[in-house]
Antibody, heavy 124, light 107 residues
Framework: EVQLLESGGGLVQPGGSLRLSCAAS????????MSWVRQAPGKGLEWVSA????????YYADSVKGRFTISRDNSKNTLYLQMNSLRAEDTAVYYC?????????????????WGQGTMVTVSS | DIQMTQSPSTLSASVGDRVTITCRAS??????LAWYQQKPGKAPKLLIY???SLESGVPSRFSGSGSGTEFTLTISSLQPDDFATYYC?????????FGPGTKVDIK
């Protein structure tokens, strides 16, 4: 079964750091681009960051550029999001999501598999 | 950045109704559009990709159409399980962007 399982969320003070992980199973992880998408309480979906299958290309939303770093360890089938200089407005459920297929275009495709999400709360 | 808008923001409907949600992009995205369904406390679920392709396992009452800047999601006969929030998303270019969502609730 194709599955994504996020971890690492929690309560952190403004200015603090947190690293989220997303463990993948059931598919050839290294072949697929992956993304992080977040959802603030009661709000809509916001794409945060994406990384190519090899890890060689990364993309960020302006709202997190310079503060967040996406990475992956294909030997461990795990995606990461290092979040620094956290702000109250970063409070959200963070989902990892898998591109549906590998294509020749960038971005590749829609997200066919999502994790269950991990809550990040930034508050003093 | 490509801005996505959706209308209506809320839609009240009854079981059996035909429901249409519109999504517009601020510039042409060809057919690089997806539709997702999200229920409270759950992750989004892919319904439609490439504007009109039905994701495997999704009931055929869901359909998508459009290209360029205007797109629609249609539910041909609303079922109790369909009361949820629906989001469109463009994947023509980074940054990826979602519409603000359309909540479909019970009339």
């Amino acid at each position: 079964e194709v599955q994504l399982l996020e971890s690492g969320g929690g309560l952190v003070q403004p200015g603090g750091s947190l690293r989220l992980s997303c463990a993948a199973s059931g598919f050839t992880f290294s072949s697929y681009a992956m993304s992080w998408v977040r959802q603030a309480p009661g709000k809509g979906l916001e794409w945060v960051s994406a990384i190519s299958g090899s890890g060689g290309s990364t993309y960020y939303a302006d709202s997190v550029k310079g503060r967040f770093t996406i990475s992956r360890d294909n030997s461990k089938n795990t995606l990461y999001l290092q979040m620094n200089s956290l702000r109250a407005e970063d409070t959200a459920v963070y989902y990892c999501a898998k591109d549906r297929v590998v294509t020749a275009k960038t971005p590749d495709d829609a997200f066919d598999i999502w994790g269950q999400g991990t809550m990040v709360t930034v508050s003093s | 950045d490509i801005q996505m808008t959706q209308s209506p923001s809320t839609l009240s409907a009854s079981v059996g109704d035909r429901v249409t949600i519109t999504c517009r992009a601020s510039q042409s995205i060809s057919s690089w559009l997806a539709w997702y369904q999200q229920k409270p406390g759950k992750a989004p679920k892919l319904l439609i990709y490439k504007a009109s392709s039905l994701e495997s396992g999704v009931p055929s009452r869901f359909s998508g159409s459009g290209s360029g800047t205007e797109f629609t999601l249609t539910i041909s006969s609303l079922q109790p399980d369909d009361f949820a929030t629906y989001y469109c998303q463009q994947y023509n270019s980074y940054p990826l962007t979602f519409g603000p969502g359309t909540k479909v609730d019970i009339k």
